[in-house]
């Protein structure tokens, strides 16, 4: 008898349980993209679930035993993205340098949002590694993720360097700095989750290391966006996530089941009410829309 929940419809699968036990359960050598972000040993808490180890060297280790696995899931050509805490990776990296090949090394960055350390610099950015199992045969492909190159001309630039003289070209693969937008409440993307990756970064991210058809795997999926996104740019995709909770959000977002042990699964409820300085209960749509300020 398994000790975890498979879900499976078309081109999507969905495990609810311990990452080991459902990576056992997958195929060698079967998939083309692995995208991992794991708990980042920081103290949040996840449903029941809080990221905390006894120490790094035990949380390391942790992360070395599902790598292991994950390297092993990866097709000869296939790609793998990390992400971890800046504390972090820099063990996963010495770990992952030994096995595979580092292409890149990407900042994803994002603006602020509540209060910065006052005391030293704050950290507006996680670190991801993206490496290969073969550097000489892998996937990218550079013109499905090119983005506008800002050259600063007022007008259409022509390239003079070529026989025939063109409009130069004014797009380019993005840099190893990304800037994205975290997932805030307002946002459709929104689902109810401590670290909800965007789908913007793993957009890019799949569009540049698959084709469509591949397999994609995630063993810490959290809302599900690796899959989301996959099954919206038809990937193949596998979701692994021990959090029932999460699981569910799974299964409704990706249209796999509208139920779960009898209970409805509905979207998140992003109406919010509280008092006002005067008392007066307000909708987080009212406080938006600005239906209660006070004009003097």
Known sequence: MSNFIKETKEAVTVYNGDCFACLADIEDFSVDLIFADPPYNIG????????????????????????????????????????????AMPYLDLWLRERLTVLSRIVWHYDSSGVQAKKFFGSLYEPIIFCVKDQKNYTFNASDIEVE???????????????????????????????????????????????????????????????PGDLVLDPFSGTFTTCAVAQHLGRRSIGIEMQSEYFKIA????????HFNGELLKPVD???????????????????????????
Not at 273 to 283: D, L, M, P, T, Y
Request: proline fraction near 6%.
């Open 44 to 87: 949040k808490k996840f449903g029941n679930f809080m990221d905390v180890w006894p120490s790094d060297k035990h949380y390391a280790e942790w992360c070395y035993k599902w790598l292991e696995l994950c390297v092993k899931k990866l097709k000869p050509n296939g790609s793998l993205y990390i992400m971890a805490s800046t504390q």
């Open 149 to 211: 190159a800002r050259t600063g001309a007022t007008r259409k630039l022509i390239d003079y360097r070529k026989e025939v003289p063109t409009p130069y070209k004014t797009t380019k693969v993005p840099g190893n700095t990304w800037y994205m937008p975290r997932v805030r409440y307002r946002m459709p993307e929104y689902e109810e989750h401590p670290s909800q990756k965007p789908e913007a970064l793993l957009e890019r991210i799949i569009r540049a290391s698959t084709n």
């Open 251 to 258: 299964l409704r977002r990706l249209g796999i089941a509208d």
């Open 270 to 296: 992003k109406t919010f009410i509280r008092k006002n300085g005067n008392g007066v209960q307000q909708s987080r749509e009212a406080q938006q829309d600005g239906l209660f300020d006070v004009k003097v």
